[in-house]
């Protein structure tokens, strides 16, 4: 599953957030290539979920409404953090040290990044358009807020040059393009204890981040 493989790997983030939300996301897949609409009709109904509270933070990745689901919790004081995967390949856990994954995230290279005027509404918040180049020549397109704290890392989907929190942006591939859009907000997170904890669960089987890579085929 080529596109399970991509989206796992683009989700295994670390992000530390200091303010308190909660913000799901649902996610659209488009292509012109006829080989991949068969494997897309699997992704339907996908959606990704963030929390955040207290420096702690928490993204859950589910795609095709179970088929694959893929949850990356980080302490921000501890710099301890798990990744949890639920899927095809049975259930799987990671632990890491934050510290680390922010020293791979300093190493990435430079994107372009061109603010426009063009501005509109996603979910009550005025949302501001950013189009960033990458050096082999995609575009990702952000709708972003200023009214919302952006990560104080760069993660993999949220650039650290965009001054707030994207709500709705695309991602270009090179046989699909990935959009994800918004639909829920709330300044409350519920069961936070419970939401941060970052154990691994009962049932799951450690592995290294190494294994995991290559299972995902990165």
Request: include cysteine; charge should be negative.
């Amino acid at each position: 599953m080529k596109i399970l493989s991509l989206i796992t790997v683009l989700f295994l983030t670390v992000g530390v957030w200091s303010q308190e939300a909660k913000i799901k996301f649902e996610m659209n897949f488009e292509t012109d290539d006829p080989q991949m609409e068969q494997q897309m009709a699997m992704m339907a109904n996908s959606s990704m979920t963030m929390y955040m509270k207290d420096q702690k933070f928490r993204q859950e990745t589910n795609i095709g409404n179970g088929l694959m689901v893929t949850t990356s919790i980080v302490d921000g004081e501890t710099k301890k953090g798990v990744i949890l995967m639920n899927g095809m390949m049975g259930k799987i856990a990671s632990t890491f040290d934050a510290d680390e994954e922010d020293e791979e995230a300093d190493e990435e290279a430079d994107v372009e990044i061109e603010f426009t005027d063009e501005t509109k509404e996603i979910l009550g918040f005025e949302c501001k358009k950013a189009i960033l180049y990458t050096e082999d020549g995609a575009e990702m397109i952000y709708w972003y807020t200023e009214e919302i704290k952006a990560p104080e890392r760069e993660q993999q989907y949220v650039n650290s040059q965009i001054p707030g929190m994207p709500l709705e942006f695309s991602i270009e591939q090179p046989q699909m393009t990935m959009t994800f859009k918004a639909v829920e907000y709330d300044d409350k997170v519920k069961k936070a204890k419970e939401l941060f904890d970052t154990s691994i669960p009962e049932g799951y089987t450690e592995k290294s981040m190494e294994e995991i890579q290559q299972m995902t085929g990165r």
